[in-house]
């Protein structure tokens, strides 16, 4: 063998034997002289029964171990205290331990542990100083009874019966402030009478935790509030939510907790029952945003259950057999700024039993959803109190979803269809204060909904106590589009086509109670049978409930249809109708003139046309076979004057508001009719709505008309009847704004007039005789017409008035003629001639009485 071989061998042989003293001598000095080291050196007084180290490997082996703090007072340091049966430590760095004050391991394992353990401070975010860490990789327990502390000595965490393993666990209560308390790469845990107290309002505790094969069962768990609501309002009143949760069972699989990342492959839970307690404080602005992500491959929750407290006591919401089943569920920063702060694959959900109370009393028998379609049925929404608006129930709600997703964080909606079933109730709406104009955000417009059908209905629309009510109404409406108005005024809607039918349809205003038997509108037809327009008052009532002059009507209808294209919905509403026909219509108009007369002006029909805000033609509307009666009545008339118009038909071309392009705005109104059911009268009517000057022309024709015929509308405030014949009465006038004037022809026979005294019963003969000297009562063979001119118009009266006032006029110049003033001069000169007479004869009566009187005194003077 050579030198230098030999020279090797006998030296590594020193040095092992030199390594193995050491070792032995290590081994003798830890059990001798460790626990006293470790009391001087460290924050810790320990003992053992038996300690194996081996210093190459840095495994440690002790036995029957006791550990105390040597001040349990400090809080800079993890505070320990209790016993350990064995404890296993793997490649435990020494070095550190003895010069760094450093403990870390790759594998510490726990047999039998009952330990309480007081975290220490929280690491100081100013300094950035750390306190003495423990740190190991992978932890196994085996049977123990750990009890961890706050420093404040509060208690944080407690388990028994504990059997761990984790690799790479990490527990500070730096983690618990980012909260989450525990971070590791995998787990097996198991445990009884789990303790978890996050801080001074909630405790969490569970009965027992199993894991088998990565999937964790939780049983029995409980988030106890640790005040009552009065104590949290008094130490919390910032704080405007208090939660109460239980859940007989969870279950989970491949838990990950790392860094700010949740992640689990399954979550069920079974059971959970939610109470929340709302104290009304107001709700506090977010902090900082939410800095996790949960991700969830899987979450099935069945047979909630979920109550929600007002500050009041009273329910808010409850809802029961709450069940809900999400496929990669994902919360993240990036979900939380959508409308919906979640993503998902797929979902279900379904409950029973929902209760809502907020503006409305809301009641749901049960509910079904899922991304592509939903169904709740027997709904009830009850109002509770003046306030609110809907008292309804429904049957069945159903939708169909194309697509439901978020483009660039907004809500991208297309809703295929939605069904809504058996509606019974009423729906009020108030006037409100008007909001500031806002822009909708979340949401990507349009919002299409390509079908809504309505079936089997009695809905009742109220708003400003005037209710509209639908019976047995079916609707359906294609192609919706929803929208923001110009500039942020609310939402805009519009319809491709829709359909709808009801019966007993009825609306009901402060004086009329409107009904139709049956409606049928689409966007290309109305169908109205029986229209009925009924005073709710009377006459009497309603001339003391009106303040100035305005007409009371009585309208009927047997049928009423249009024909063309409309839209009713959108911001761009419009009207363009080929044909409307009303049949049958019998209308009574009445007009007292006992109430002041209204000051405003009325504008003519061209002006009050043009003033339509859409766009509106109609090419023709005809109202046929109807009957027209105007009735009116002043203080000093004995009834109702009464104008007749029977067999009234009527041809309205081209009406309209001078707003559609391309569509004439000239119209011509043809009528024809008997006047007071004894002569044809023919009118043609026409104006241009666009003319500014509301210019006009009115002409027509009567014929064969007795005199007698309209004593009905003269009698009984004129108090004078007529006898005779209007065999023609020719009229043709133009007009404006300002006044009217033109031409009027009548031919007469044996015309003679009655005046009456003010009861309308006996007839003035003097003045009947006086009066029918100066009115021609023929006219001829051919009369010549009479130009009517300078008529003005009362810019407080109707358009029919100064028709009127023309018609007047004409009879006037044709009846007396240019012996107007002669003729009231001698009826004035006569009528004080005969006021003369009057006066002598009663002066005369009184003389002769006089004397009489003086005769008798004297005679019964002498005979006394």
């Not at 495994?59 to 350990?84: E, F, H, M, R, Y």
């Not at 279950?251 to 079974?270: G, H, P, Q, R, T």
């Not at 044996?750 to 019963?761: G, R, V």
Request: charge should be positive.
């Amino acid at each position: 063998m050579k030198k230098w071989v030999k020279k090797l061998l006998i030296s590594l042989g020193v040095l092992a034997v030199i390594f193995l003293l050491a070792n032995l001598g290590l081994n003798i000095w830890l059990k001798t002289q460790l626990p006293k080291y470790i009391k001087n050196n460290t924050d810790y007084k320990v003992s053992y029964k038996k300690l194996d180290v081996d210093l190459g490997s840095g495994n440690i082996l002790a036995q029957g171990i006791t550990v105390n703090s040597k001040n349990p007072q400090n809080t800079d340091v993890i505070g320990l205290q209790g016993t350990i049966d064995t404890l296993k430590i793997s490649r435990f760095g020494i070095y550190d331990a003895l010069f760094n004050k450093k403990i870390s391991s790759k594998d510490l394992s726990l047999v039998k542990p009952n330990l309480n353990i007081t975290l220490a401070k929280p690491i100081d975010k100013k300094t950035g100083k750390k306190r003495n860490p423990v740190l190991f990789e992978n932890i196994r327990i085996n049977n123990g009874n750990i009890n961890v502390f706050r420093h404040t000595k509060q208690k944080f965490v407690g388990v028994k019966e504990f059997n761990l393993f984790v690799e790479n666990l990490q527990m500070t209560e730096e983690s618990v402030e980012d909260k989450l308390p525990v971070v590791f790469d995998r787990y097996d845990i198991k445990g009884k009478d789990f303790f978890f107290r996050p801080d001074n309002i909630y405790a969490i505790k569970i009965n027992k935790i199993t894991t088998t094969n990565g999937q964790m069962r939780v049983e029995d768990f409980k988030l106890l509030p640790l005040l009552t609501i009065n104590q949290f309002k008094r130490f919390y009143p910032q704080k405007n939510k208090l939660f109460q949760f239980n859940i007989q069972r969870m279950e989970f699989k491949d838990v990950v907790l790392k860094k700010n990342n949740i992640s689990l492959a399954n979550a069920s839970l079974l059971d959970p029952i939610l109470l929340v307690y709302d104290t009304g404080a107001p709700a506090q602005k977010k902090g900082k945003p939410f800095n996790f992500e949960v991700n969830l491959e899987d979450v099935v929750l069945r047979n909630g259950e979920v109550r929600i407290i007002k500050p009041d006591g009273n329910k808010l919401l409850s809802a029961q057999s709450l069940n809900l089943n999400i496929n990669k569920f994902v919360f993240n920063k990036e979900s939380a700024e959508n409308i919906i702060p979640v993503g998902y694959k797929n979902f279900n959900f379904s409950g029973r039993n929902i209760y809502y109370a907020g503006k409305q009393n809301i009641k749901v028998s049960s509910i079904a959803l899922n991304p592509k379609s939903g169904e709740i049925r027997d709904i009830t929404a009850l109002p509770t109190d003046s306030k609110t608006s809907m008292d309804l129930k429904a049957n069945h709600i159903a939708f169909n979803i194309n697509k439901w997703e978020f483009i660039d964080k907004k809500l991208n909606l297309d809703i295929k269809d939605i069904l809504v079933n058996g509606v019974h109730g009423t729906i009020k709406t108030r006037e409100v204060a008007q909001k500031q104009k806002s822009e909708i955000k979340g949401i990507q417009f349009p919002v299409i909904v390509r079908k809504v059908i309505v079936k089997n209905s009695n809905i009742i629309y109220e708003k400003g106590n005037q209710p509209l009510s639908f019976n047995d109404l079916n609707a359906t409406i294609n192609g919706i589009e929803l929208k923001p108005k110009a500039n942020n005024d609310g939402i805009g809607l519009t319809a491709k086509d829709y359909g709808l039918t009801t019966k007993n349809f009825a609306y009901r205003t402060k004086f009329y109670n409107m009904s139709i038997a049956s409606l049928n509108v689409s966007k290309n037809k109305v169908q109205i049978s029986n229209f009925v327009m009924k005073p709710l008052v009377s006459r009497a009532q309603f001339i003391k409930m009106i303040p100035v002059e305005r007409d009371l009507y009585d309208l009927k209808a047997g049928q009423i249809t249009a024909e063309g294209n409309w839209d009713l919905f959108s911001g761009n509403k419009f009207i363009n109708a080929s044909h409307v026909v009303i049949q049958s219509a019998d209308a009574n108009i009445f007009r007292s003139k006992i109430p002041a007369d209204d000051p405003k002006e009325k504008p003519l029909y061209s002006r009050m046309l043009r003033s339509i805000k859409i766009p509106m033609y109609i090419n023709n509307l005809d109202l046929k076979n109807s009957v027209l009666v105007y009735e009116e009545d002043t203080p000093e008339s004995s009834g109702p004057g009464k104008l007749t118009f029977s067999n009234f038909n009527m041809n309205v071309k081209n009406l309209n508001s001078a707003k559609l392009k391309g569509k004439p705005t000239q119209v011509h109104i043809k009528i024809d009719c008997s006047f007071m059911n004894l002569a044809p009268l023919g009118v043609n009517w026409n104006f241009d709505v666009a003319n500014q000057h509301d210019d006009f022309t009115i002409s027509g024709k009567a014929v064969n008309l007795p005199a007698q015929g309209i004593n009905p509308f003269i009698r009984p405030y004129l108090h004078i009847t007529a006898t005779g014949t209007i065999q023609e009465m020719l009229f043709n006038f133009k007009g404006n704004p300002a006044g009217l004037g033109g031409t009027f022809n009548l031919k007469h026979k044996d015309l003679k007039i009655a005046i009456l005294n003010k009861e309308n019963k006996e007839k003035k003969g003097f003045l009947t005789a006086v009066a029918n000297l100066f009115i021609k009562s023929n006219s001829g063979q051919f009369p010549e017409s009479v130009t009517v001119e300078k008529v003005e118009r009362d810019p407080t009266k109707s358009f029919f008035n100064l028709f009127w006032k023309g018609i007047q006029e004409g009879l006037k110049k044709t009846l007396i003629g240019v012996n107007t003033d002669k003729a009231k001069k001698a009826v004035k000169k006569t009528v004080a001639a005969v006021n003369d007479v009057k006066t002598s004869i009663k002066d005369i009566k009184q003389t002769v009485s006089s004397d009489h009187k003086e005769e008798l005194k004297k005679r019964r003077s002498s005979s006394g």
